[in-house]
């Protein structure tokens, strides 16, 4: 029995709507893309920050490395400086050529960066003047940092229709406040044992996501 022209319309429509939606979305994965930059290489650097820059503190703290706290500090203050400017160049690149709501979007979460960063820099100066403990203080000034990316990496996530980045983001507040909870004799085992393998975790996955998805653009 061969379908009659309505039913045959409405597969076409369907076929068409069909199409049209994956047009859609791997048009949305491009943009993405193109608005983070190369996101496991983000996460991989930020991995290794934490693994270098808290693997000294702890190392210090637990006399395990040969090092004064303010040396491990300045070891840690380093790492993120080179973090920091590595980001910006990787999220640079990758916005170029990018226009209309999906630079709006693009250029909001890379201002909502550096003004968390600028007000946590405030905060950290006043958090010091109060408070005269070296490990309380670190304690304090870290765990709130770490808040910061996490709501951001979140907010990114649902920003750009990116599940693991937000993930990433809700696992880096319950480091927080698993951090917080221990106290300032054990958050930096919190955070370089669960932090930064979190981090280097989605390094790793984000890496096998993007490979998928060339692969599958290449056969498509």
Request: no cysteine.
């Amino acid at each position: 029995m061969n379908p009659s022209p309505e039913s045959a319309a409405g597969d076409d429509r369907a076929l068409n709507l069909h199409e049209a939606l994956a047009v859609v979305q791997d048009a949305e994965r491009s943009a993405r893309r193109s608005l983070t930059g190369n996101t496991a290489l983000v996460y991989f650097l930020w991995g290794l920050t934490w693994v270098i820059g808290y693997g000294s503190l702890w190392g210090s703290k637990s006399g395990r490395l040969p090092l004064e706290p303010q040396a491990a500090l300045g070891i840690l203050g380093a790492a993120l400086a080179v973090a920091t400017v590595s980001t910006v160049v990787i999220f640079a690149r990758g916005s170029r050529g990018i226009r209309g709501q999906s630079a709006f979007q693009g250029g909001m979460y890379g201002t909502a960066w550096v003004l968390g960063f600028t007000v946590m820099g405030a905060l950290s100066a006043a958090i010091g003047r109060a408070i005269d403990d070296f490990w309380l203080r670190g304690m304090l000034i870290n765990s709130i940092a770490i808040l910061i990316v996490g709501l951001l990496y979140i907010t990114g996530g649902t920003t750009f229709n990116d599940k693991h980045q937000a993930y990433l983001g809700v696992w880096l507040l319950l480091v927080t406040g698993a951090g917080l909870i221990s106290g300032p004799d054990h958050f930096l085992t919190v955070f370089l044992f669960l932090g930064s393998t979190g981090m280097l975790t989605a390094a790793v996955v984000e890496h096998l996501r993007t490979r998928r998805h060339r692969t599958e653009a290449a056969h498509a």
